[in-house]
């Protein structure tokens, strides 16, 4: 039987690391995150699980000590922000073009200088091109299911996987959670068998000297491993399903069969956007919702699916790449290309550096986005 | 779904889904990148380049560390018999130069020598001879030298006669050195220890001396280590034989010394001058030091002084007696004088003079060798010798202060009688046994040398030197009684632990641990780390990270 209790988005991310039972977790704190691997270490104390937990000296540490334990054939897990995660970046590389399924919690957290402590999506999608899943949540709930779905989709395409919350808005805001029970997490989620392991009966090296047609070789699987991550999250989820009730999709719809038009976008945002979708639909808009939930492997299938429907889309990105504009809607705007019947795309962004998205900033931001008159495609900052 | 085939896999072949070796990296010979490589080599430790009997340091240290007293004592036999004696006496340069030094004080050396020949004694650990036996010695004189030699020789496997002019073997040991810095039952005990078991035959109160010719028709070889043992009184007014220090300390070592009062002003600068004044001080006198150069020119060790200034010994430098007269007490005419170093002569200031009454007086100007052997011996000075201790006649060597090479200590002396029995034996042997290696040392060191800059500083924490217990001052003055005391085993394991092991291996394996390539490898039973260059990419790691600088590192060939 599920039992149900008061989480915050980072409790939700250590009880489902300790129901996963993750061998080795490599710990070093930063906030926001630095609760999460408190109460890891809370849970481990409580012999909820057994870990072996590594303090460690930087972000970098944490990972490359994972890494080295992934090796082995272990499940494994450590959590970060921002800078953090920078600081992990090579290691990213090596995780990924290892092909271990290693589980990673970034909780949101704008980048420095200036110093900040709230959120936004830089330092995750800074990251983009590691060849690590990324998944963008929007409550503590989904926080809780994605951990586990993170584990087996990595652990059957040997990909790593960045399961990503907002800080504060999600990270240190309790909600009520349902956490399955143990049985449901075994079926869900049975022992890691690796296939390729180190071990000292059999030596052999990893990560050694690739000649340039074994290299693209590789690179080409690991592409192609991702292509096959978004049929398993697609079946896990319906496995989920069965087991629990709750489904997550790859790409999350809110009112948008009919809709005109397309609110677009992901994380806490999406929570916040449903009662001004209901609102502004009351009025008699025909609008609807589009959240990204997993952002790598793109979902260009379910993005054409739904973005083909409507007449335009708005698109709002916690996130800016400098000198271009919000990451999602470049990512959106390259899925559509040359597709037909494409929408009319509008490009924003806003809440950086954890500035407040309000219902009322989104209400202001879609009604600005129907009555614009287009040329081509639109940036503005919110 | 597309089909998900890479064009390898399309056409039958499949590699792994990541970088990986399918048998062991030893196939990668990494070595091949290697520009310097690291060797290792251990070095004699700055402590052993300058001991005075050329002990292997280290490698003592290491074995007390590891509580194997009675093997350090062995290595430590391997160049001196005695050390209970100069764990007392010995001017101890070893400490001087020791690295440890800025990080807590040097390494108390000498006390962990002191305390191994306490053990030996307490535990009367015998001295043993390997035989054959073969060859008879006779060695003139029984001081440290003739000791030493007569030790060496003696488990070698030759049957040694030593003459002795006084009651007991030792020398300046027993009859110069008081006994509050030596006291002589350690000395009768240690002597006891090395010779009971040893085919050495003492001779006692029979003095040489042209007789020596015909111990060269009795005797193989015949060594002569009878020392210097006039006094030099200067030739002044008023000064005499009587006058002599070292005649009053052995009066004192010889249990027949008279209760002092008033004054006693003691001319001279070095170990006598301070035995005597600090041998004063406990008869019930007050003592001054007349010295004709300046404090820092003295040439007593440094321990004579720092003692004998604590004792309350007054030091008055930079004069020189030229008149000495007798009225009831003394006046001594004093000169001032100018010093420049211990080798130039001292100036005379002119109109400088003045005097200084004071109840006794003795003098410690310095002691010369007798003019007993006309035949190697020149009229004045010691005897000449070669740097293998052998005189102008084939069967005749000497040693110790007799000779031009006076070393002037006592472990210096045991060092001469340690290189002169090497060199009777290759006489006797018509051998060339290498001769008279300085330092024994045991693992092949070089002589490279190391220094503070090469020792891995981040490895060692300050550790402070453990105290020596002595007897405060009042309690001192009362009697003869020695004034310190032997370190306790604690204290010893404390010092041991805080030794760097300059130069020397000690397996501590940080090479092997930090070698990236995995190219180190340790044979245990040869007690060996060795690189394997297929695989050493000459980082150098392993060079950097040893502690204790026994490695180095050179261009590779190409
Ligand atoms: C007062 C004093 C204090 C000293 N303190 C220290 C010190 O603290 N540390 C240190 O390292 N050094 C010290 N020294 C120096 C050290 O004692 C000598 O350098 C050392 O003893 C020399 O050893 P040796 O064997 O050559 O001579 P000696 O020790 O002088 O021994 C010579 C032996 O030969 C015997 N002998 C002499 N002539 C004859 C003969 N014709 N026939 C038979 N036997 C004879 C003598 O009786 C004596 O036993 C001190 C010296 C003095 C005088
Ligand atoms: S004999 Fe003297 S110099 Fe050598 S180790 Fe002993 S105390 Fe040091
Ligand atoms: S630290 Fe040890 S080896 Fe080095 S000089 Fe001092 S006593 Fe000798």
């Known amino acids: ?382 | 779904m597309k089909n998900l085939k890479t064009p390898l896999q399309q056409s039958g072949i499949n590699v792994p889904i990541s970088g990986q070796s399918l048998k062991t990296t030893a196939e990668n010979k990494t070595g091949i990148w290697r520009n310097v490589e690291p060797f290792y080599l251990d070095r004699i430790s700055p402590c052993a380049q300058v001991c005075l009997s050329g002990h292997d340091i280290p490698v003592i240290i290491e074995l007390v560390y590891e509580n194997k007293f009675e093997e350090a004592l062995k290595i430590l036999r391997l160049a001196n018999p005695l050390p209970a004696s100069t764990g007392r006496v010995c001017p101890a340069p070893c400490e001087s130069s020791c690295l440890r030094k800025s990080l807590g004080g040097s390494v108390s050396i000498k006390q962990i020598e002191r305390f191994l020949g306490d053990f030996a004694i307490e535990n009367r650990i015998f001295c043993l001879s390997k035989g054959p036996h073969r060859g008879r010695i006779a060695i003139i004189g029984a001081g440290p030298a003739g000791i030493s030699a007569a030790y060496f020789l003696a488990i070698k496997g030759y049957f040694v006669t030593v003459f002795e002019e006084k009651k007991k073997a030792g020398g300046l040991l027993r009859y110069g050195i008081p006994s509050f810095r030596l006291p002589k039952r350690i000395l009768d005990r240690e002597l006891e220890i090395v010779f009971k078991q040893l085919p050495v035959e003492f001779i006692y109160e029979k003095r040489i001396t042209k007789d020596y010719e015909k111990l060269l028709r009795q005797f193989d070889s015949v060594i002569i280590t009878c020392g210097k043992s006039i006094s030099q009184i200067p030739d002044i007014p008023g000064a005499g034989e009587k006058m002599s220090g070292l005649t009053f300390l052995e009066q004192i070592n010889n249990g027949d010394s008279q209760p002092l009062s008033g004054s006693v002003a003691v001319i001279g600068g070095g170990s006598t001058a301070f035995d005597c004044a600090r041998s004063a001080l406990r008869l019930g006198c007050d003592s001054t030091i007349y010295y004709r150069r300046s404090k820092k020119e003295m040439p007593a060790f440094e321990h004579d002084i720092t003692e004998g200034l604590e004792e309350g010994i007054q030091i008055v430098e930079n004069v020189i007696p030229i008149q000495i007269d007798k009225n009831g007490d003394y006046k001594i005419t004093f000169a001032k004088t100018t010093s420049k170093d211990r080798k130039s002569a001292v100036k005379i200031i002119p109109n400088s003079e003045f005097a200084v009454t004071t109840d006794h007086i003795l003098f410690a100007t310095g002691e010369k060798q007798e003019h007993l052997f006309n035949k190697v011996q020149k009229e004045t000075g010691g005897i000449d010798v070669s740097q293998t201790y052998r005189t102008s006649d084939p069967k005749l060597f000497a040693a110790g202060d007799v000779t031009v090479m006076a070393p002037g200590t006592v472990a210096g002396a045991i060092l001469q009688g340690r290189l002169t029995a090497t060199s009777v034996h290759n006489y006797l042997n018509k051998t060339t046994e290498p001769h008279p290696a300085k330092i024994p040392h045991l693992r092949g060191a070089k002589d490279d040398g190391t220094t503070i800059e090469k020792i891995n500083l981040n490895y060692f924490q300050e550790l402070r030197r453990s105290a020596q217990k002595a007897t405060d001052i009042k309690s001192r003055l009362k009697n003869f009684d020695e004034i310190s005391s032997t370190l306790n085993e604690n204290s010893v394991a404390w010092e041991v632990k805080r030794c760097f092991s300059c130069g020397t291996c000690v397996y501590c394996s940080n090479c092997m641990n930090y070698c990236p390539d995995n190219a180190i490898s340790f044979d245990s039973s040869k007690k060996r780390f060795s690189v394997n260059l297929d695989y050493c990419k000459g980082c150098l790691i392993c060079v950097k990270e040893c502690p204790r600088h026994c490695m180095g590192s050179k261009y590779a060939a190409a």
């Open chain 1, 1 to 382: 039987m599920p039992r149900h209790e008061l989480l915050t988005g980072n409790e939700a991310v250590a009880h489902a690391v300790a129901m996963a039972k993750a061998d080795v977790i490599g710990i070093y704190p930063i906030t926001p995150q630095t609760t999460i691997i408190e109460e890891i270490c809370n849970l481990a104390a409580n012999k909820t699980f057994s870990p072996k937990i590594v303090h460690v000296e930087s972000e970098h540490s944490a990972m490359a000590t994972i890494i080295g334990a992934a090796f082995t054939g272990v499940r494994t897990f450590t959590a970060t922000s921002s800078q953090g995660l920078a600081l992990m970046h090579e290691l990213l590389h090596w995780a990924a073009g290892g092909r271990l399924p290693i589980v990673l919690a970034n909780v949101n957290r704008a980048m420095a200088p200036g110093w900040s402590i709230w959120t936004d999506q830089n330092d995750s999608l800074s990251q983009r091109d590691t060849g690590w899943m990324q998944f963008y949540c929007e409550s503590a709930q989904e926080v809780l299911d994605t951990i586990f779905l993170a584990y087996r989709v990595s652990e059957q395409v040997l990909i790593p996987s960045m399961v990503v919350l907002d800080a504060f808005v999600l990270s240190h805001t309790s909600e009520p959670v349902e956490i399955p029970d143990n049985e449901t997490i075994n079926k869900f989620l049975p022992n890691f068998t690796p296939s390729f392991k180190l071990d000292i009966d059999n030596p052999c090296s990893f990560g050694a000297l690739l000649r340039p047609q074994f290299y693209q070789e590789v690179r080409h699987k690991l592409n192609d491993a991702m292509s096959e991550a978004l049929i398993k999250i697609n079946e896990s989820d319906k496995l989920w399903k069965q087991l629990t009730g709750r489904e997550w999709g790859i790409v999350t719809e809110y009112r948008a069969d009919d809709a005109d038009y397309l609110f677009v976008t992901s994380a806490t945002t999406a929570s916040t956007a449903k009662p001004v979708i209901d609102k502004l639909r009351k009025e008699g808009l025909k609008i609807g919702l589009i959240k990204i939930r997993v952002f790598r492997p793109f979902p260009f299938e379910q993005v054409k699916k739904y973005l083909t429907k409507c007449k335009r889309a708005i698109i709002f990105d916690r996130n800016i790449s400098y000198g271009h504009h919000g990451i999602f809607a470049q990512e959106i705007k390259s899925a559509l290309y040359g597709v037909k019947n494409s929408p009319e795309i509008l490009c924003y962004t806003g809440g950086l550096g954890g500035k407040d998205i309000t219902p009322q900033l989104i209400e202001e931001t879609i009604i600005k986005g129907t009555k614009t008159k287009l040329n081509g495609s639109l940036f503005e900052w919110i």
